[in-house]
């Protein structure tokens, strides 16, 4: 089992499977895009497929969620998804995703074993979504999200970050057309992981922010902390249900006692969390030949060096080196 010194046991692997992105979100990454990893670093089919096993059959893994950058970028990615599911115990899966491939996957992806995908959308507006993306996909990702949910990839979980300025007045009219096309919406503070460090805690839109611009519209009701257990998003019922909307509040309400996820790099490095500065490597032992209860050895120790929180609370707070695209969401 991965168990911390604070007691905390991960059971929820995310792992990154390409650093590379088609589109280039403002609070992710520089327009020109970044130096993406070489091929030879990135890990292989197989040996992801190892490492994901070595995880669930003998780390106590028992969610493995497929990341990026954009996972639907990696050629591999259904091939990885069914041998996944040959696993066992079988893990649940679920994948990550801005959703302009899904299109053309959503019904393999889901006849190799994939059980969801969270999509991320952060505006209705086309106009909006291409200042914020610098591209314009808007139309591919609300046509991605529908075939996911037609392939039956539920519940497609939306996730959105609201921006001063530009979509922040956005968040009751997002959870409307959430609740009509039977998506889950999720809004998630902006966290200080893109590649320009250019976050600034003044001026972000918070989680009390987006309830209050929620509450004018609709009536929700908290969830509670037995529901959520270790799941990042605070809940609420709408309108009485039976559809949800969910907080990340991962700056202002941080949920890092409750944490029960590990971190895989598209290179092959453990992470303990999004936010942390150190880094174990595991692509070195695997490509030197070790045997799977070295690396688990490797992996339990990287875990147990985790820390109690993720520092966002406190001002001597240093972004990581490593942009988000490189450290899977």
């Not at 996972?71 to 091939?79: D, I, K, S, W």
């Not at 069914?82 to 959703?99: D, I, Q, V």
């Not at 529908?146 to 922040?168: F, I, Q, S």
């Not at 057309?177 to 503070?189: G, H, L, P, S």
Request: hydrophobic share 40%; net charge negative; with cysteine.
């Amino acid at each position: 089992m991965l168990i911390d010194t604070y007691g905390r046991v991960a059971t929820d692997l995310r792992v990154s499977l390409t650093d590379r992105c088609n589109l280039r979100c403002t609070y992710c990454m520089p327009e020109e895009g970044l130096q993406w990893l070489a091929k030879p670093d990135l890990l292989t089919d197989d040996e992801i497929v190892r490492l994901i096993g070595i995880a669930v059959t003998g780390l106590g893994v028992t969610e493995v969620r497929f990341t990026g950058g954009e996972p639907l970028l990696r050629p591999g990615l259904v091939g990885i998804v069914e041998r996944c599911a040959a696993l066992a115990p079988r893990p649940k899966m679920s994948l990550t995703t801005n959703g302009i491939g899904l299109k053309r996957t959503a019904t393999a992806l889901k006849a190799a074993g994939l059980d969801r995908v969270n999509v991320s959308l952060d505006t209705l507006r086309p106009d909006v979504f291409k200042t914020l993306t610098r591209r314009d996909r808007h139309h591919d990702v609300i046509d991605g999200m529908a075939a996911a949910r037609d392939a039956g990839l539920t519940p497609v979980k939306v996730n959105a970050v609201l921006m001063p300025g530009l979509n922040d007045d956005e968040a009751p009219d997002l959870l409307a057309w959430a609740v009509e096309n039977d998506y889950e919406m999720r809004f998630i503070e902006q966290m200080p992981l893109d590649a320009q460090h250019g976050w600034k805690r003044d001026g972000m839109i918070t989680a009390g922010d987006i309830l209050e611009s929620l509450r004018t519209r609709f009536t929700l009701t908290a969830e509670g902390e037995d529901e959520r257990g270790s799941a990042p998003a605070e809940r609420w019922t709408v309108d009485g249900g039976p559809h949800r909307v969910g907080v990340i509040a991962s700056v202002t309400r941080p949920f890092c006692r409750a944490c029960d996820r590990t971190r895989l790099t598209a290179d092959g490095q453990v992470r303990t969390c999004l936010f942390a500065r150190e880094e174990s490597d595991l692509r070195g032992a695997l490509r030197s030949g070790a045997p799977d209860e070295e690396i688990a050895r490797l992996w339990k120790l990287a875990m147990w060096g985790k820390k109690a929180g993720s520092g966002l609370d406190d001002p001597s707070f240093l972004q990581p080196d490593r942009p988000m695209s490189a450290i899977g969401g």
